[in-house]
């Protein structure tokens, strides 16, 4: 089921090139995340739990990404990162390396659905990253970020995911007022 969901909503070939075998839980505390559901963002503005099949003596790393920036039908911007954590000992994301803080879905309003993605990989041991570290109220280099550079640069290997999708709504101006957009503002 997990495959066929993200071959369905064209994350498969968008995003990644095979889907995951397995699903990730992902829980906010309002909403649950199920393989494309709509979420408002309203409803994502805090850090879900995120939880997945997990060896406890490997370390993983978690991505979400919004790859409909401006929009799903013009991802001009390609992907946006929305969180990122890596050197999680097993399943244990809170003792994580964060290399960029969540944010929350922001849409612009009239751009459509987007899909928001949480993507669970297994690293090949402790990583030491390059990239520095971005607060959730920095944008930093969230903006250009390719989930397949990023994995092979670390030659991670696809564990599990999860996804949903999310349209502008009210509770977008401020998320968008946090990160220091103007209007027109900037997807995220």
Do not use: C
């Amino acid at each position: 089921m997990t495959s066929q969901a993200f071959t369905e909503h064209q994350i498969v070939p968008d995003v990644i090139d095979q889907p995951p075998t397995q699903a990730a839980t992902v829980t906010y505390p309002k909403a649950k995340v199920n393989l494309g559901n709509e979420i408002g963002p309203v409803n994502v503005r805090q850090q879900p739990q995120v939880t997945y099949p997990a060896d406890k003596n490997a370390y993983y790393t978690l991505i979400m990404t919004d790859p409909d920036a401006p929009s799903r039908t013009s991802p001009d911007r390609k992907e946006a990162r929305h969180w990122l954590v890596g050197n999680i000992p097993g399943s244990d994301v809170s003792k994580g390396q964060v290399i960029s803080a969540y944010i929350g879905s922001g849409p612009s309003q009239g751009s459509g659905l987007h899909r928001y993605i949480f993507l669970i990989y297994q690293q090949p041991g402790k990583i030491t990253f390059d990239e520095k570290h971005e607060s959730e109220t920095e944008m930093g280099e969230r903006m250009s970020f390719v989930v397949r550079k990023f994995t092979e640069k670390y030659k991670l290997v696809l564990k599990a995911g999860n996804f949903y999708q999310a349209q502008y709504d009210d509770s977008v101006p401020e998320l968008h007022k946090q990160l220091g957009f103007t209007a027109p503002a900037a997807d995220v």
